[in-house]
């Protein structure tokens, strides 16, 4: 039942008429429970009130797979512009993005050229950079863009997914970069022949992640609503001493509010990833996919208050 409703929701995001219908009319009704806004600025009232209550925030501006140079330049001015008004307004937040929203399937140069503008004005401003992980075609040129920036800058960061085989090597491999790692379980659907097909295999392969990244002393982002993973992590800090302010943990906006300010309270540090941008839908529909509790949570969400 749960790879059925898995596909359904995956086969969902991909469906281009209701996508159109949701971008057209769904933009106000999700803001300020799905998606922060339609645009940044339109955004920053709920990172404020986030902030307020003790969440730090993560923001994505919407879309990937950009074909268009000039959408890819366009995407890379509203992330400066982003940037530069996190920094104006004060607010505690980092920005994540993909590399195929910034031309990495159309030009190897184009991407490099892109994100350098984007890290040159982060680094001016101190805010991380996140660049989110993709499907398996794209994982590889994902982790090498990643070194080759990490070479230069200090404000970037990756991602891991729980379910591929090869990630355990790559934790590795990244190990000498000392790197900001945000460990997720994953969201594209993907075949045997590279992904744990069993839940309870992805989910011990999550936990052995988590274990290595922090015990190799990378900073560690657990972004996962999965109570078992959450006291996994709290139960392994505690065994090993390893302090509040050396991991994070990460859910998405408008879900699990009440356990989001609970960990903000017991001392964890607790980021919220608050996307915003006309692309809501195939967005959302991937949530749903990633785990059908993900269904519930959403909900209650939406028709909150």
Known sequence: MEAITRDFFLYLSKNGFLNKIAQNKGGSFAAGKLIGGVDFKSSVRFIRDL??????????HLGEFVDSVEVANERTEECISTIE??????????V????TSLGLDIDHDLVVTNMTRILDTAEKHNIMVT???EDVPRCQATIDLFKQFKEKYSCVSTVLQAYLYRT???LQDLGK???FLRLVKGA????PEHAFPEKKDVDE???KLIEQSLLNGNYTAIASHDDQIIEYTKELAKKHNIPNDRFEFQMLYGMRNKTQLELAKQGYRMRVYVPYGMDWYGYFMRRMAERPANIAFAFKGIFKG
């Open 51 to 60: 902030n307020n209550q003790g969440l730090s925030v993560t923001v994505d």
């Open 85 to 94: 008004m996190i920094s104006r307004e004060g607010l505690d937040s980092q």
């Open 96 to 99: 994540s993005l993909k590399m």
């Open 131 to 133: 660049i989110d992980m």
């Open 168 to 170: 355990e090597k790559d």
């Open 177 to 179: 970069y000392q790197p």
């Open 188 to 191: 594209y659907k993907e075949s």
């Open 205 to 207: 392969n999550y936990k």
